[in-house]
């Protein structure tokens, strides 16, 4: 049975409630009516660490913390009067964007049927071709598997009960940020779930079953910063950054995204008003989302992200920013595929930049499999004993909801791609804090393929990644 879903943007306002404050206090200052002085969510983001008083403060006003991370420098709160807390560093509105489902995606279902033609135990291995552009199982028979290792998977909820999952979950260390949504995926009778995908591609277990992760020993810390059909604000993304760095994470991956216009734009909130978000308010939630990125760096932690799927030149589109990608420190990654993989599988080119795929060298720092739907027609081709149009294999195949898997496309499944090739090389060097952020990134590039123009090109960037086995 065939799925098409084409990513959508979706919006939404909603919070998140820090320790200091109840469900009760954010709701009944965000219920009142609407006017000069109304109740609003701010970001408060300081350069250094926030007092440890400011919880206090906020109830000494009459306010509610929402979040609270005082070394990281980051708080948000709601309340009429921002001005109060000024004093403490910048002070701008926490408005709902457009968080990019990673998105123009399409997926295919799967029924559990025919196992491949290699015999692997792990049935739907050799529908993952990008494995193999990236040299995973060259690493593995090296005896380079990602022990030792956690990522942290920011994203949507998650099937944390699946067969190739679970094993390599780990539940104390992983969290919800979208308030009235468990860690769990949700959205009953849909396998679209974009967070189980990610997890997947970067550390399903080999384990005799469905499909092996690009570092299958690596930990998983799942950890929801957004709904589970895609909306989402900044206090849930940058909460969950704090809480992947405090938690122990190695490596972040964010396959997600949020693009602003520098000059100001409009949105919606929950009720479809329109909020108007000023050149100012866009910068300073720029740097908000930038302060907790530089805190996660500073604490040891690698931080990858999707670079974007509006197949938009960045070199050339300088009133454009998407966040997380484009923030300092971030390795960002574009997405590549093959055209007809299943018609030759075997001498396939494997690294054309994907359609939807945004470039350029101020943008991109790698590249990896992304998949993408370009080859004509509906010729059927059999890989892994499953017959579908050849055009499907193309995609990036996967974990799914309710222990399903399915194909996807887009920049959020290149992403993971190189988390899970960066847990392989901090686990060659010995695992969790052997190598610096700084380091490991430089490892990447030194590995990394160097296609197209030789050194930083506009569809690879600094590579091609690949683990150099």
């Known amino acids: 049975m065939k799925w098409l879903r084409w990513g959508a943007t979706v919006l939404a306002i909603a919070l998140v409630l820090a320790a200091c404050s109840t469900e009760q206090d954010v709701a009944a200052l965000e219920a009142q009516a609407k006017g000069p002085n109304t109740p609003d969510t701010y970001l408060i983001v300081s350069q250094g660490s926030l007092p440890s008083s400011l919880p206090l403060v906020a109830h000494a006003n009459g306010d509610a913390m929402r979040a609270f991370h005082p070394e990281a420098g980051f708080a948000s709160v709601v309340t009429a009067n921002p001005n109060a807390y000024k004093r403490y560093g910048t002070v701008t509105r926490d408005v709902t964007v457009n968080w990019i489902d990673p998105g123009k995606q399409v997926a295919l279902e799967v029924d559990f049927a025919n196992p491949p033609a290699s015999g692997d135990d792990d049935f739907f291995f050799d529908l993952q071709w990008g494995h193999d552009a990236v040299n995973a199982v060259e690493a593995w028979n090296a005896g380079v598997r990602g022990s030792g290792v956690t990522v942290a998977v920011l994203d949507t909820g998650f099937d944390t009960d699946h067969p190739d999952i679970a094993p390599n979950f780990d539940a104390e260390r992983s969290a919800s940020f979208v308030p009235n949504e468990p860690l769990e995926y949700g959205i009953a009778g849909d396998v679209f779930s974009h967070g189980t995908h990610v997890a997947g591609t970067i550390a399903a277990a080999d384990n005799g079953f469905g499909v092996i992760g690009v570092a299958p020993e690596a930990t998983l810390m799942l950890v929801k910063v957004v709904s589970d059909e895609g909306s989402g604000d900044f206090t849930w993304v940058m909460s969950g950054i704090v809480h992947a760095v405090d938690n122990g994470a190695d490596i972040i991956n964010m396959s997600l995204g949020a693009l602003l216009y520098k000059a100001g734009f409009v949105t919606e909130d929950d009720e479809g008003n329109e909020v108007v978000v000023t050149a100012r308010e866009a910068q300073e939630l720029r740097v908000a989302l930038e302060r907790v990125v530089r805190y996660a760096v500073q604490k040891g932690v690698l931080v990858v992200a999707s670079a974007g799927n509006e197949a938009i030149d960045f070199d050339h589109s300088g009133a454009l920013v998407t966040l997380p990608g484009s923030a300092p420190g971030v390795v960002t990654v574009g997405a590549t595929a093959p055209v007809g993989w299943a018609t030759d599988p075997a001498n396939a080119f494997l690294y054309n930049l994907a359609s939807y795929s945004n470039y350029g060298r101020s ?25 579908r149009p050849c055009w499907v294999f193309d995609l990036v195949f996967s974990t799914g909801s309710a222990g399903s898997y399915y194909w996807s496309g887009g920049t959020s499944m290149a992403a993971p791609h190189v988390a899970g090739v960066a847990a392989l090389l901090l686990s060659e060097h010995g695992g969790s804090g052997s190598l610096k952020p700084a380091q490991l990134e430089s490892l990447l590039m030194k ?21 150099g086995y």
């Open 363 to 387: 943008h991109i720092d790698l590249a990896a499999p992304g998949g993408d739907v370009v080859y004509p027609g509906e010729e059927n081709c059999t890989v892994a004993g499953l017959a």
């Open 447 to 467: 590995r990394a393929m160097d296609l197209g123009q030789r050194g930083n090109d506009p569809v690879y960037g600094k590579g091609h990644v690949a683990t």
